[in-house]
């Protein structure tokens, strides 16, 4: 109930496809650096001896303008001098001034994102776009795409980040990024496809970042425990608790020794979900504090009320329901001045297994259906939409309306099937062994307990 190789070996599928995040890779064709020594020349009214001073050959100049040979750093600042520019705008076209501004406006974008403020983000990364082209920078280019992934993705839409990382992946692969810079690109592929629950797709990028970032020799610890925090949720996808718990505790490790909290609390969000899979409540509700307490400091409050609905769902289960509903309200209002219509449906999906659980199927029916319009059609969320309609399934069968709860139930069945989930299929096909029952139909009932059975007793927990 609770709701958290080298990059040329591990292509996968990730092809650009033709939205509006695909013609962020439109840049104008750069001007080589003679041809801006000459414009600049010519337009100060000098000839190549004038411009050469005494100190270099009409020749040599030639050579620069027509791209024959490259000046030292030296050569450039006199140059530079010469003719009264920025010696980075003589270098790159681009003075240090319009760098710092373009660097200034990525910086609030990623600001903006880590505020959890996505489309202000995407559009401080629009507005940057061609300044960023205009640079030539291909380590300002590549920050901008990664920032921009990133917010997409929190906005749900995968696919449009996928575009994006196309061109990350391919301009991380040039010599002058590091593999730090390459891990950042696979982790980002491996969070779209966890969306998209291609969990064993989203495990192989994870797992070939987290290489990346081992073996390089650049600090990175706060990247490698984004990914072991990604690679957990995997591992809690497929039932693997031992790895998950794991990989948590290793994030927790390094987001420890960076002193970050951010990064800490994150560990301690995903230790709670780990821990109370296990069947370990008490200790997943001391994580959950101790996350919503750093939350707390950093003023988070989206993340706030996600813990709030992890401790709900906590309290539920440790036998407080009267607790639980107080702070499942607590984390809808969260959502709701927060914007955000997901984590609404999550905490509405809980406050409908709350009222299942106690006995109340005519609150937990509005409460799901609440969730799936809040839920809407994102993919992304799709595990979350087949948890709703099973319960609403479950709502409508205590409530005997009978061919609604079939309908509702088949739904949340073909959810889980596109998500290859053995465990919730077999949920749902023992509310349709359920619903069987009620009919009086044994035979029925039975084949669908043992295909349940069946499935779990072949499934790793």
């Not at 010599?175 to 592929?189: C, I, K, Q, T, W």
């Not at 919503?292 to 709030?308: F, H, Q, S, T």
Request: glycine fraction near 8%; proline fraction near 3%; hydrophobic fraction near 40%.
């Amino acid at each position: 109930m609770a709701t958290g190789k080298g990059l040329s070996e591990t292509r996968l599928n990730e092809t650009p496809g033709s939205s509006e995040a695909s013609r962020t890779t439109l840049r104008p064709r750069p001007v080589p650096l003679g041809e801006r020594l000459r414009n600049l020349r010519v337009a100060a009214g000098l000839t190549q001896s004038d411009l050469a001073g005494g100190r270099f050959s009409k020749e040599y100049l030639s050579q620069i303008e027509r791209g024959k040979t490259r000046p030292t750093a030296e050569t450039l600042e006199w140059l530079a001098a010469r003719l009264g520019v920025d010696p980075q705008y003589l270098q790159s076209g681009v003075s240090a001034e319009d760098r710092g501004r373009v660097e200034a406006v990525l910086a609030r974008a990623e600001a903006l994102a880590e505020a959890h403020r996505y489309d202000e983000a995407l559009a401080e990364h629009a507005q940057a776009r061609a300044a960023v082209a205009r640079t030539g920078a291909p380590e300002l280019e590549l920050r901008s795409l990664l920032g921009e992934s990133w917010a997409r993705i929190q906005q749900g839409g995968v696919q449009e980040a996928l575009d994006v990382l196309a061109r990350a992946r391919e301009l991380a692969e040039r010599p002058e990024f590091s593999d730090v810079d390459r891990a950042a690109v696979l982790f980002r592929l491996g969070v779209c496809r966890y969306k998209l629950s291609s969990i064993s797709t989203a495990l192989g990028l994870l797992g070939a970042a987290l290489d990346l970032a081992d073996r390089s020799s650049l600090p990175c610890d706060l990247l490698r425990a984004d990914i072991l925090g990604w690679r957990s949720r995997c591992y809690r996808r497929q039932r693997d608790w031992q790895a998950a718990r794991e990989d948590v505790e290793r994030a927790l490790e390094l987001a420890e020794s960076a002193n970050d909290r951010r990064a800490a609390a994150q560990a301690y969000f995903q230790a709670s979900l780990v821990a109370e899979r296990q069947g370990h409540w008490l200790l997943a509700r001391t994580y959950a504090e101790r996350a919503r307490d750093l939350y707390e400091e950093l003023e988070d409050e989206a993340n706030v009320g996600r813990l709030l609905n992890n401790l709900g769902g906590l309290n539920f289960t440790l036998g407080n329901p009267g607790r639980a509903v107080e702070l499942l309200k607590d984390s809808f209002r969260v959502a709701l001045e927060t914007g955000n219509e997901p984590d609404a449906g999550h905490v509405m999906c809980s406050l409908a297994e709350v009222h299942l659980g106690t006995g109340e199927p005519v609150p937990a029916e509005a409460e799901a259906r609440k969730a799936l319009e809040l839920f809407g059609d994102r993919v992304d969320y799709l595990h979350e939409i087949g948890t709703a309609q099973l319960v609403l399934g479950r709502a409508l069968l205590e409530q005997d309306r009978l061919i609604e709860a079939e309908e509702m139930l088949a739904a949340a069945d073909s959810s889980f099937e596109q998500l290859s989930s053995v465990s919730h299929r077999a949920a749902v096909w023992v509310a349709q062994g359920d619903l069987a029952q009620k009919r009086g139909v044994d035979p029925e009932a039975a084949r669908h307990y043992r295909r349940a059975a069946e499935a779990l007793q072949d499934f790793r927990f």
